[in-house]
């Protein structure tokens, strides 16, 4: 289904209950303008507030509200070019920074639960970085941790079947969870417009993330540092909160120095001896092996 978006914005609707899993809690549209530019949403959506983004709790907990990035073109005044000014729409992946559109930094769907290695290899390989938004390595576990978690059971639909995924004490059956992060827990803001960075600038703020913009203060703060420090310990208490379920954490830093994150991952993983830090290629490839042997057992959730 297609969705006209035009110039103004026009906020509409409210929460829409005992519906299916993907409907969205809020609706946004563009009246009417001279030229028409249609897309589709591709299924993003935004963070729950804490501790549902710390948690596995399903859809009938409290639905998840659609992504949807609002056009910046009339924020900032005809001289001023904001950071997502849109029509024209550009959602390629190739567009990185200069992508336009609703739908900006949303990548490929979850692959969920499947027995089919050819379809697991696929994902993968369609797997790229996307830009903007920021990084929230948390948010990534947590999806992580609902394809594998029962509450979850009979939602995924497609190639997953409806007996997945399985109980947690399940007979002969492990849960594992691997993340990977090539940065920090950080806001991001694209310098080529408006709002400028955080704490500078004339319209200090930063890119729409999965927890809104900065200035949102959706996290309880409108600071960049104390942002991130909250995003880490929401992070932490995630992390401890699968630990509980008996999941079994890898966490791997790749090609990253930062320290207090590097920690972060350590912590994360269930042992020590769970964390890798890997500065290359080759020793990123030797970390999988080296978990793939670890494991009888192994379920892959991208």
């Not at 803001?189 to 004339?202: E, K, T, V």
């Not at 200090?204 to 949102?216: C, F, H, N, Q, V």
Request: hydrophobic content about 35%; overall charge negative.
């Amino acid at each position: 289904m297609s969705t006209a978006y035009r110039h103004h914005r026009l906020v509409i609707g409210g929460n829409i209950r005992n519906k299916a899993i993907y409907l969205f809690s809020e609706v946004e549209f563009f009246e009417e303008a001279d030229e028409d530019v249609e897309t589709v949403w591709k299924g993003c959506v935004e963070a729950r507030p804490s501790p549902l983004d710390e948690s596995d709790d399903p859809p009938s907990v409290e639905l998840f509200t659609r992504h949807f990035w609002p056009t910046t073109i009339n924020d900032f005044g005809d001289d001023e070019r904001g950071d997502n000014d849109w029509p024209e729409i550009d959602e390629r992946n190739e567009a990185r920074n200069e992508g336009t559109g609703p739908n900006l930094g949303c990548g490929p769907p979850i692959t969920s639960l499947t027995a089919e290695k050819t379809k697991v290899l696929a994902a993968i390989d369609e797997m790229q970085s996307w830009s903007r938004g920021g990084t929230h390595a948390n948010l990534g576990l947590a999806w992580g941790w609902r394809v594998i978690s029962p509450r979850w059971r009979g939602l995924w639909g497609g190639d997953t079947p409806d007996n997945l995924p399985m109980d947690y004490d399940a007979p002969l059956m492990d849960k594992v969870a691997i993340v990977l992060t090539d940065g920090t827990n950080v806001y991001y803001d694209w310098p080529g417009g408006l709002p400028g960075r955080p704490q500078s600038g004339s319209f200090p703020d930063t890119d729409y993330s999965a927890y809104g913009r900065l200035s949102e203060g959706r996290l309880g703060t409108t600071n960049q540092a104390a942002a991130v420090v909250e995003i880490n310990n929401r992070m932490s208490r995630l992390c401890q909160n699968m630990k509980d379920e008996g999941i079994v954490i890898y966490a791997i830093t790749f090609q990253l120095n930062d320290v207090a994150t590097q920690n972060l991952m350590r912590n994360c993983a269930t042992d020590s001896e769970k964390y890798y830090n890997s500065p290359s290629n080759e020793e990123l490839r030797a970390t999988f092996v080296a978990i793939g042997n670890e494991l009888t057992n192994l379920r892959i959730a991208e």
